[in-house]
């Protein structure tokens, strides 16, 4: 599928990039492949209130240090493309060395989408 000249596939690949560097704490690299809309909001994996950041860049910085190790492959379950959406909804198999825990499987369901 392809929504204005991006390609699942593309998207897929770079998503999956994104998320191989997340894991190992290689934040530069993942706001680099991904980068954050003003405005965009968070829901935590753990609960709680979601959270508008207007520059998320900062505090994932920050959060560097608490990710070590570890690795990701993306298995995708759907693509939907419509004029400027590409919409994917995958699975994240990962594992990694989160918060000083030992390596564990940390795998989401996630749903990214693109908007040019």
Do not use: C
Not at 6 to 25: C, K, Q, S
Not at 65 to 77: C, H, S
């Amino acid at each position: 599928m392809e929504s204005d000249g991006v390609t699942d596939a593309e998207l897929i690949r770079v998503t999956e990039e994104a998320t191989t560097a997340f894991m190992p704490g290689d934040m530069a690299r993942y706001l680099v492949l991904t980068p954050h809309a003003p405005g965009f909001v968070l829901m935590n994996p753990f609960g709680g209130e979601p959270i508008r950041y207007e520059d998320r860049s900062e505090s994932l910085l920050r959060a560097a240090d608490y990710f070590k190790a570890g690795e990701a492959r993306l298995e995708v379950v759907v693509t939907h493309a419509s004029g400027d959406l590409l919409v994917l909804v995958m699975i994240e198999r990962q594992h990694g060395e989160v918060g000083g825990l030992p390596d564990q499987e940390w795998s989401l369901r996630v749903n990214p989408g693109l908007l040019p």
